[in-house]
């Protein structure tokens, strides 16, 4: 009965490479989001998929970010060209999609741009 | 922007006593809910309020809501050390829809 997982635990990127974060939503959940923190402050939102669909990306950057929650596998956060302010810790959820439900979390990405 | 404001922004309490965070909200809401973070690890839900609820109790958490003045509050009794972690809350304005999370609070419970 697993939970939200995510992979890496840990990133480490060049400043100008992509990043490639992973999330399987715990079974049964069809609903995805993003999160990102940055140290010693609250989540911000990014962005809320569901499969093959983005329905929310107002927290999204313009340029550089993507996501995506294909048909089959995990969803993709990509972070393409990164740069140092893109270090940061980068948390998955996902729900059942209902009112009144709570997002789980998995434990999170930590980026880290050299 | 965030929409919640956490205080304290930190609390040292000893084992065994009380601990009671605020939080505070711009928007209405649909439900607002409470999160628990250790240090360098996902968010563990604690606790969720609808917005016709006023008070709700889970274990040693009770939390108060206040939708006219657009704040809510998490007491934690007879904390331990156990407890030491950041508490976020977070404000959801439709069905699954995004969370806006506070600037949390760091809570330290010492022996």
Partial sequence: NAGVMQNPRHLVRRRGQEARLRCSPMKGHSHVYWYRQLPEEGLKFMVYLQKENIIDESGMPKERFSAEFPKEGP????????VRGDSAA????????????????????????? | ??????????????????????????????????????????????????????????????VTLDTSKKSSSL?????????????????????????????????????
Wanted: net charge positive.
């Fill in chain 2, 1 to 62: 922007s965030q929409q919640g404001e956490e205080d304290p922004q930190a609390l040292s309490i000893q084992e065994g006593e009380n601990a009671t965070m605020n939080c505070s909200y711009k928007t209405s809401i649909n439900n607002l809910q409470w999160y628990r973070q250790n240090s360098g690890r996902g968010l563990v839900h604690l606790i969720l309020i609808r917005s016709n609820e006023r008070e709700k109790h889970s274990g040693r958490l009770r």
């Fill in chain 2, 75 to 111: 007491l934690i009794t007879a904390s331990r050390a156990a407890d030491t972690a950041s508490y976020f809350c977070a404000t959801s304005t439709g069905t699954a829809s995004k969370l806006t999370f506070g600037t949390g609070t760091r809570l330290q419970v010492t022996l």
């Fill in chain 1, 90 to 114: 980068y948390f998955c959820a996902s729900s059942p999609g209902q009112m009144d439900q709570p997002q789980h979390f998995g434990d999170g990405t930590r980026l880290s741009i050299l």
């Fill in chain 1, 75 to 82: 969803s993709i956060l990509r972070i393409q060209q990164v």
